[in-house]
């Protein structure tokens, strides 16, 4: 399951004065950890179970005869996907913003593998 020599690329704020290839601590702020957090998967998720819900009560008042739970499962994904786009468009922004990038602190000797 856990390997314990994983090896990891991390685009990240480099206040350690760490060179490529060095094995660094990284730190974030939690508030900025949920929020990303929230970004990805919340949001999304949350407007897929909105379609679904109110895709099928649409659905069911205008008279569809067709299987209202497989299409308001349509519209939630279709939804989910264009709120995934949306943030992939707002991408640059969240990068540019620094807010949501690890920070690289302190520069671990080789045989250092433990993180504070």
Do not use: H, W
């Not at 900025?32 to 008042?61: D, E, H, Q, R, S």
């Not at 008279?63 to 499962?73: D, K, L, R, T």
């Not at 349509?74 to 991408?91: A, H, P």
């Amino acid at each position: 399951m856990g390997e314990e020599n994983m090896n990891m690329t991390v685009e990240c704020l480099n206040q350690a004065n760490a060179s490529v290839g060095d094995r660094v601590e990284l730190v974030m702020k939690t508030e900025n950890v949920l929020n990303a957090a929230f970004i990805a998967y919340l949001i999304p998720l949350t407007m897929f179970l909105l379609g679904i819900i109110f895709g099928m009560k649409y659905l069911t008042a205008s008279g569809y005869q067709g299987n209202v739970e497989a299409a308001g499962a349509g519209i939630g994904l279709v939804l989910m996907f264009i709120t995934y786009g949306v943030i992939k468009l707002n991408d640059k922004k969240f990068k540019e913003s620094n807010k949501y990038l690890s920070v690289a602190i302190k520069v671990l000797d080789n045989e250092d593998t433990s993180c504070s």
